[in-house]
């Protein structure tokens, strides 16, 4: 049986795939996603041709559990995501990205991980 989708489904779909349209436009650049829960975070740079993972960064990662513990706001942890998968990508030589924000607002989390992959380095 297939599942009748409500209008706020249908509205967040929409939502989400407006971000994904501005990649056809730029086919050369990953596409850098940030998806949140209430209690984590996490962003992938995603090549979308050829359907792949190239990086990911989240706040579930053993190798910044000693940072995420002395972050007191999910804000904080926030900037710490985006500087870690700044420098990941800078070592895997991607320097611009497509930003995508899955569909949230660019607004508190999602632009604080957008700013530190900025000023460290990546270009969007």
């Not at 850098?32 to 209690?39: A, D, E, G, P, T």
């Amino acid at each position: 049986m297939i599942k009748k989708l409500t209008k706020n489904e249908i509205r967040n779909k929409r939502r989400r795939n407006r971000s994904k349209r501005n990649n056809i436009a730029h086919s050369t650049k990953p596409r850098l996603v940030v998806s949140k829960s209430l209690r984590h975070i996490s962003a992938q740079v995603i090549d979308d041709h050829t359907r792949a993972t190239l990086i990911s960064s989240s706040s579930k990662d053993k190798d910044l559990q000693k940072d995420i513990k002395k972050v007191k706001t999910k804000t904080e942890m926030s900037t710490l995501i985006g500087a870690s998968i700044a420098s990941k990508a800078i070592k895997n030589k991607i320097t611009e990205v497509v930003f995508d924000r899955n569909g949230n607002p660019y607004h508190g989390r999602v632009k604080a991980v957008a700013d530190a992959a900025r000023e460290a380095g990546l270009k969007f």
